[in-house]
């Protein structure tokens, strides 16, 4: 069932990996991460998310793989007035969006979410128009994910930075 654990083995274990980061669980036990943080220590084994620049690195790499793929769902579902818009709002929020917010901490996602909600807003008026409707939902993925990126690549920044100790002479 969805959730549940598999009898078998992962067959490509840095793809679960990423699976499981991208769905904010532990990569190496897969329990819950409870904080809405870039940096968190897994209470269960102890693994730290994102300990390095190179990991987020890595992590951000493989969403963005998933960005073509999610562009052209949205379009021809964008092709169906109305009734198109939400099953492709659901997609990019599950494949792209979701990943990126549950590691943006409160105050940030909350103006994060605010500004594209705003951009989100005058762009689905359009929708309806035949032509142009499949053009703007793959423009509101795209936009959702781009400022979502820079708002967790912000603040990774901010906290990789904490995190730097300084060796003294």
Not at 116 to 135: D, E
């Amino acid at each position: 069932g969805f959730g549940q654990p598999k009898k078998k083995p992962a067959p490509d274990r840095a793809r679960h990996r990423f699976e499981l980061v991208s769905r904010k669980r532990c990569p190496d036990c897969a329990a819950r991460l409870e904080k809405r943080a870039v940096r968190q220590r897994c209470e269960t084994c102890g693994k730290v998310t994102f300990a390095s620049a190179q990991e987020l690195q890595v992590y951000l790499d493989a969403l963005t793989t998933r960005l073509p793929r999610a562009l052209l769902i949205t379009t021809a579902l964008g092709a169906i007035p109305l009734l198109g818009v939400v099953p492709a709002v659901l997609y990019y929020r599950l494949n792209l969006v979701t990943g990126l917010r549950g590691y943006i901490p409160p105050l940030r996602g909350c103006t994060t979410r605010l500004v594209v909600r705003v951009i989100h807003f005058a762009v689905i008026a359009l929708q309806p128009i035949p032509i142009l409707g499949a053009l703007l939902l793959p423009l509101m993925a795209y936009t959702a994910y781009s400022i979502y990126r820079r708002s967790l690549v912000g603040r990774a920044r901010e906290d990789l930075a904490a995190e730097v100790v300084v060796p003294t002479a």
